[in-house]
């Protein structure tokens, strides 16, 4: 599986282009008061499905940040439906002006996909870490370290993307899916990985290093 390489998020074109082209329809008929917000739509689409170029971290034990966003949550956490043990819980908010593509916090062979339909409730709050629609992906690494991300819908996110499916091969940093609109990740990791990052603090996915494997 490739990352995607065009500055602009496949998912994104159907959207970019039909707003464009209703622009163009409400200038070509003089409403141009309309023709001005069409624009600003258009303008805010490109913006929101955007794909910046990342710089990946070549550190071998690093454990990447899979999504753009906000830490709401760094702890312990008994992590019972894939590793069933206790685990670092990492959380991040995605906002609506974040960066909404998701990347590989590490190398390795996605061994389990699970999509659980669900709610729909403000991402930052805890509880919808266990009632919201959610994707996860359990990873193993060549030396078998294993580790769960989990891309969470939102209050505004009605539609989970994930390109990666069981048995595929991820490289660090690579793309593996988005959420559209606002939404959450979840990242589960052994106990003994030292987090580098704390509550409030904003991580860009596939750059910012969330911690460090032992």
Request: charged share 25%; hydrophobic share 45%.
């Amino acid at each position: 599986m490739k990352s995607q390489r065009w500055p602009l998020a496949r998912e994104g074109f159907p959207f970019l282009l039909s707003s464009a082209l209703l622009t163009l329809i409400l200038w070509m008929l003089g409403w141009n008061l309309l023709g001005v917000l069409g624009i600003l739509l258009t303008l805010f689409i490109a913006y929101f499905f955007r794909n910046p170029s990342r710089e990946i971290p070549t550190e071998e034990k690093a454990i990447l940040s899979p999504a753009d966003g906000r830490i709401i949550h760094v702890g312990e956490y008994l992590e019972d439906r894939f590793v069933k043990t206790k685990a670092l819980k990492v959380s991040i908010f995605m906002s609506v002006f974040d960066v909404h593509l998701n990347r590989a916090p590490a190398s390795g062979r996605i061994i389990e996909r699970s999509y659980n339909p669900g709610k729909f409730l403000v991402a930052s709050r805890e509880k919808s870490s266990l009632l919201n629609e959610q994707n996860a992906l359990l990873l193993e690494t060549d030396d078998r370290w294993r580790m769960v991300f989990i891309q969470i819908a939102g209050l505004i996110a009605r539609r989970i993307v994930c390109y990666a499916k069981t048995g595929d091969a991820l490289t660090k940093g690579e793309i593996f899916g988005m959420i559209r609109f606002g939404s959450r990740v979840d990242l589960y990791l052994p106990l003994d990985v030292k987090p580098l990052v704390r509550v409030g603090q904003h991580v860009k996915g596939g750059e910012s290093i969330i911690g460090v494997r032992p």
